[in-house]
């Protein structure tokens, strides 16, 4: 990993993570747009209600008994709230920040869950990474879409090939975009260089890109030792990077309203560690793993291929989350050594009354309704009450936060996620 993109050997192909927007100009028309949204949401993160909802939060994660938090993102529902088409601004810079301050309006306005507005404009970094010395072909995917893909590491024999990422920072057009957005927003949102370098520590999603998903679980029986190869390969590349991204003074505190884990907010007074000198580690943050791809693989597999090599990695933080959409009921002995869990994913294919005496009041619940309920021809009031009413019931004792996202469509209808969002909150205050 490097600053310098000389270094980066040829064999490996080089993506464009962050790539800088082009031209990095706002023009006038689109200035005034920007600005006009910016003010609203300024004015909403006045609110003494957005400081409640952070309260709530701090409460919640501290383990501390509260309400269910609510919170919804309806994903790729952004999609169909929000248009291309009904998008005003013209630059494509301009567009990107146009659709991030009209969720925010969106959030403080019309949702009505907890997720409270902040008072920021988030600037990342501009960078590339190389990929692990090869790279998957991808067949399909287009606007959010199914896809399939040409799996590249077809024999173990090529394990040679294999090769940690490197990032390479443009840093003069990551503070051209920092200088831009301040010129822009600098009056009334403040302005941060923040960027998020990772959702999963998880690996296994890397994995199944590489060697092909089916292929993983024949692996499993018919290359063991092969299999243990590439994981620890794939622990130590992600070592690495938390080992560069820390060094090189990247890394941002997740202690706040950033998205954390699969759901859930990161306001805690735990992070960051007493020590904290101003300089961020990944001891300072929450850390995150999950592995969806292995929900068919038994619990004795997953303790002996999976889950040591994502142990080390999530050590590494202060708090972490785990999982997402697998049910992790039938691993939780083996998910509960991680000494610093404190968010655990209950999707809507786990056992939600199993879940509910693993976790009690020593872990967040973080309950996944089935998103389906957004998605289906009409929408019904009745049976989304009634499935909350019951989830609510059976975790009364637990920690809960109810977390609505994957939405792959709303149905076209802004209204399912407003009308969702009120019937949780409705049944949340009722316990």
């Known amino acids: 990993m490097t600053d310098s993109a000389s270094t980066v050997p040829k064999a490996m192909a080089t993506r464009q993570a962050n790539p800088p927007a082009a031209p990095l100009t706002i023009s006038a ?9 910016a003010a609203q949401v300024a004015e909403l993160t006045t609110r003494p209600i957005e400081q409640d909802k952070r309260d709530l939060w701090y409460a919640h994660n501290a383990l501390e008994p509260t309400r269910p938090v609510i919170f919804c993102d309806p994903e790729n529902g ?58 998957d072909t991808r067949i399909g995917g287009e606007r959010g879409g199914a896809y399939t893909w040409d799996a590249p590491l077809r024999t173990y024999d090529d394990l040679d090939r294999l090769r940690f990422p490197e990032i390479t920072i443009d840093e003069p057009a990551t503070q051209r975009q920092l ?12 302005v941060r260089l923040k960027t998020s370098w990772w959702w999963t520590m998880g690996m296994t999603w890397t994995l199944i890109r590489l060697r092909g998903l089916s292929q993983v679980m024949y ?5 063991p030792d092969e299999l ?60 995150f793993a999950e592995s969806q791809e292995t929900v068919g693989v038994s619990p004795e597999m997953f303790a002996e291929f999976i889950f040591p090599y994502q142990l080390p990695l999530l050590e590494r933080f202060g708090l972490t989350c785990y999982g997402c959409c697998e049910p992790i009921n039938a691993r939780w002995h083996i998910i509960k050594k991680v000494s610093n869990l404190r968010r655990a994913s209950v999707s809507p294919w786990a056992d939600c009354a199993a879940m509910a005496e693993n976790l009690g009041d020593r872990y967040v619940y973080s309950m996944k309704p089935n998103p389906s309920d957004l998605a289906m021809d009409t929408f019904d009031d009745d049976r989304v009450r009634k499935n909350l009413r019951h989830a609510l019931d059976t975790t009364r004792h637990c920690r809960v936060e ?26 949340a205050e009722a316990l």
């Open 228 to 287: 243990h190869r590439v994981m620890a390969f794939l622990r130590d590349g992600h070592m690495a990077r938390l080992d560069y991204l820390e060094q090189s003074n990247l890394l941002s505190l997740n202690n706040d309203g950033t998205y954390v884990g699969s759901g859930g907010f990161g306001w805690t007074h735990e992070l960051p560690q007493p020590d904290f000198d101003g300089r961020v580690r990944t001891t300072d943050m929450w850390g």
């Open 179 to 190: 200088a831009l957005a301040e010129e822009t927003f600098g009056d009334l949102l403040t």
């Open 402 to 427: 109810v977390i609505m996202k994957d939405c792959h469509t709303i149905g076209r209808d802004l209204q399912r996620v407003i009308r969702w969002t009120r019937i949780a909150r409705e049944e």
């Open 78 to 135: 952004w999609r169909e709230i929000f248009p291309a088409d009904q998008l005003t601004c013209e630059g494509e810079l301009a567009r990107g920040w146009e659709f991030g301050l009209r969720k925010e309006v969106f959030w403080g306005t019309q949702m009505g869950d907890d997720r409270p507005v902040d008072p920021y404009l988030n600037v990342p970094h501009v960078y590339t990474e190389t990929d692990w010395g090869m790279s």
């Open 29 to 37: 028309h689109d200035r005034e747009v920007l600005r006009m949204l």
């Open 219 to 223: 692996d499993l029986v018919d290359h």
